[in-house]
């Protein structure tokens, strides 16, 4: 009789459809947790940038972190790919065996780039995100081809700001 075949199968069916829920559940955690530019955008405003300043930056935080993915962001709490900073005033708990900034939290590393910020004297208010992308550029942030490093930016600005 065909009944106990038929009775695992149906088990199996219900195992199967059971653990594709809990990964779909896992997965959907993962994106729900993974808000990490509405915190970085509310620690910006808080450390004394204005809401625009705050959308650009935030999107460049999620370029530099590859969506807030990267090690560095993951291990070190560093949202910027910030080196040694020791020439300048900083919030560095130490560095990584890359030379990476590691940082307590994400406040750190925002209050740390804050330091950098002042301390290569760039303006408070950006007229553009291209504008704020070419000052960086000028002053040795980022060492990428401009027009890549401006349109990484400006991808996770679409993204998170629905701006360009």
Not at 14 to 32: C, D, H, Q, V
Not at 99 to 118: H, P, T
Request: aromatic share 16%.
């Amino acid at each position: 009789m065909p009944w106990p075949g038929l009775i695992l199968l149906v088990l199996l069916g219900l195992l199967f459809t059971k653990l594709l829920k809990a990964k779909s559940r896992r997965k959907e955690k993962i994106i729900s947790d993974n808000n990490y530019q509405d915190n970085v955008y509310s620690l910006l405003i808080k450390e004394g940038f204005n809401p625009f300043m705050a959308s650009i930056i935030t999107s460049q935080a999620a370029f530099e972190t590859a969506d807030f993915t990267s090690q560095a962001f993951i291990k070190n709490n560093n949202l910027f790919g910030m080196g040694n900073a020791w020439q300048r005033p900083n919030k560095q708990a130490g560095i990584d065996k890359y030379g990476l900034g590691v940082y307590n939290s994400i406040e750190d590393s925002i209050q740390d780039f804050r330091l950098y910020y002042m301390y290569k004297k760039l303006d408070p208010v950006y007229a553009s995100l291209d504008s704020y992308i070419e000052d960086l550029k000028e002053k040795k942030y980022f060492t990428a081809d401009l027009d890549q490093y401006l349109a990484g930016v400006k991808v996770y600005y679409k993204k998170y700001f629905n701006g360009l």
